[in-house]
């Protein structure tokens, strides 16, 4: 792997451009006492804040390209870099400039049509190609330092590294090695110095630690360039590092959440949501800005088992929906800065406007990929939507089968699988999507699949697919035979998100909700007859959910038969194209419905 500029060797210190070297807000300067009665003189102090995001996912403006107006939800949220600006200008006027950090927690480049346009449209690595919208707009409101998100390796280590080329601050992964030497692929912290009034800088250390789960989920293009060890072990060997450089404030920047778990099972070698584990078992960290599980953590205290002393962790909502403030006090003591109080919280992006100064500067990239979304690409029979989905079987999600499907059977053609039946997984990702009769556009197809996952084989058995729907099926409240059924209240059991649900296409079968999990799943046919538990199948699945996903049962072990590297809405959106017309009749159907007792619910 080639390395760049901004490549770690050794022991250098990586510094992020831009760091703050000014007078900073503090106690007054020191007043001499009078006479012989010296009064004990005041302590120096001085405090300064670092301001934080995460999970921005491709938002720079508050749009969804999707449904191609202004973002919104329940809540009221905002989104995008346009909306941090604002509140970032505010903090740095309150605090003033050179007291603050800016710093992000990764899950930058990817996430909206955006992000993706400049990543396969009018990529960022053609010759003469643009600057990335995000590189634009977190150069200009002045980004310290940011750490890698596993989604940052979704477009390939080319996208990424011109990416970090067109970034005026380093991108951090001290647990992201080459796969050869070892050593930091990028550079696993920077160093700010923040000046005091009182001759001596506050030295403040940002460590970036990132998630190792990209080592399974994008396999096909780290796999031999990069391994990504855990994150404990990781921050273990570089805290003490940093301290002994003369570091008075230690920040980690982690793309992990707070909950001590994997979502994929054992699938994963390392702990996937380690944050808190690090403040718990690592001396020296005085604060985490935490990302990947896209919560609201406004401030999160964990006592380190070594010191005692409590580690404040934040994470703020995805998407630029809110900042996160660490505000430090320091205190001058034995001829050393020392952290005397840590505090955090966040600030909420639907309170302020648009950055006009962010929003001009993209102005034409946004308008040319709204121009992009709103291509129309074919005509629809009939109108789809999802809103009914998370409980029937509806026509819009077998379009997405029906895709996946097509797909597998046309790549498997003439090899040793051909003969197998084929069978695919679809979740309902967006309850707002929609597929309109007459013209169908880009941001129509697109909307299906807001994901960018891509399209796998694997080969399980019958007995294999029987458990996996039992598992799929614990997505429903148990609602007893005769209790009255709330659809408000009837999905997501223990949390589970609604594209943790698969419905598998080519099978028919009902669950039953009024039975336990695990025992939900009643009259599972294949082709009119009772499921063969010993019959093979060739499940077309997504890379997410192949790769251990939602924890799902053994799909992350089965044999892969075939994978490829286009996004499965790509996929959608070229079939549409190919076929001109989308006819729900030719291939919507019921395979599957609810049932209590053997009475359909609906």
């Not at 003033?96 to 996430?111: H, K, S, V």
Request: glycine share 8%; charged share 20%; hydrophobic share 40%.
């Amino acid at each position: 792997m080639p390395l760049n500029r901004r490549t770690f060797l050794g022991s250098s210190v990586a510094v992020g451009a831009g760091a703050a070297l000014a007078t900073g807000t503090a106690a007054p300067a020191e007043a001499h006492g009078a006479g012989h009665g010296h009064r004990p003189r005041p302590a120096k102090r001085y405090s300064f804040t670092v301001m934080g995001t995460t999970d921005l996912h491709g938002n720079v403006f508050n749009w969804d390209y999707f449904t191609d107006r202004e973002f919104d939800d329940k809540a009221r949220n905002d989104v995008g870099l346009a909306k941090i600006s604002t509140l970032v200008d505010r903090v740095r006027e309150e605090k003033g400039r050179r007291n603050t950090l800016l710093i992000d927690a990764g899950d930058t480049i990817q996430g909206t049509q955006l992000s993706y346009y400049y990543a396969k449209v009018d990529p960022i690595t053609a010759r003469r190609g643009p600057v990335h919208p995000m590189a634009q707009a977190m150069n200009a409101i002045g980004y310290d330092a940011a750490a890698l998100g596993n989604h940052e390796f979704n477009y390939g280590i080319p996208v990424l590294r011109k990416f970090e080329e067109q970034c005026d601050f380093p991108l951090l992964g001290a647990n992201a090695l080459d796969a050869k030497t070892l050593r930091p692929a990028f550079a696993p912290y920077s160093i700010h110095r923040l000046r005091t009034p009182h001759g001596r800088d506050v030295k403040v250390a940002v460590l970036g630690l990132t998630n190792p789960g990209i080592a399974i989920w994008d396999k096909a293009n780290v796999s031999g360039k990069m391994v990504f060890p855990g994150l404990e072990e990781q921050a273990a060997k570089w805290v003490p590092r940093l301290r002994s450089l003369g570091v008075d404030v230690v920040v980690v920047s982690a793309h992990s959440g707070t909950s001590g778990t994997s979502s994929w099972g054992d699938q994963l070698p390392h702990v996937e949501n380690a944050a808190a584990l690090v403040a718990e078992q690592v001396p020296g960290i005085d604060a985490i800005l935490v990302g990947h599980a896209h919560a609201e953590i406004p401030e999160y205290r964990v006592k380190n088992k070594a010191t005692g002393k409590d580690v404040v962790l934040s994470e703020p909502l995805k998407w630029g929906q809110r900042l996160t403030l660490f505000d430090f006090d320091l205190v001058w003591e034995k001829g050393r800065w020392t952290v005397e109080k840590t505090a955090a919280r966040v600030l909420n992006s639907n309170t302020v406007e648009e950055d006009p100064k962010i929003t001009g500067l993209l102005v034409d990239e946004h308008r040319k990929v709204v121009s992009y979304v709103n291509q129309v690409i074919g005509t629809s029979t009939a109108t789809m939507t999802t809103a009914d989905a998370p409980w029937r079987d509806e026509p819009i999600i077998d379009l997405i089968n029906v895709v996946q499907a097509e797909t597998v059977k046309a790549a498997l053609a003439g090899g040793a699988h051909a003969a197998l039946p084929v069978l695919s997984q679809a979740s309902c990702f967006s309850r707002t999507a929609r597929i309109p009769a007459g013209q169908v556009t880009i941001k129509d197809a697109a909307g299906l699949y807001p994901f960018e996952n891509t399209l796998e084989a694997r080969l399980l058995t019958g007995a294999q697919l029987k458990d996996y729907l039992e598992y799929s099926a614990k997505y429903y409240v148990r609602t007893p035979a005769g209790a009255p059924v709330d659809t408000a209240k009837l999905t997501n059991a223990d949390n589970t998100p609604d594209y943790n649900y698969d419905a598998v296409s080519g099978l028919t079968y009902e669950i039953d909700i009024a039975a336990p999990v695990g025992s939900r799943i009643v009259n599972l046919s294949f082709e009119g007859a009772p499921l063969d538990p010993a019959a093979k199948f060739v499940l077309a699945v997504n890379n997410y959910r192949a790769s251990g996903g939602g924890a799902f049962p053994h799909i992350a072990g089965a044999p892969q038969l075939w994978a490829d590297s286009d996004e499965i809405r790509n996929t959608i959106i070229q079939w549409v194209k190919a076929k001109g017309t989308v006819d729900p009749a030719a291939f919507a159907s019921v395979g599957w419905k609810l049932t209590r007792d053997g009475v359909p619910v609906f």
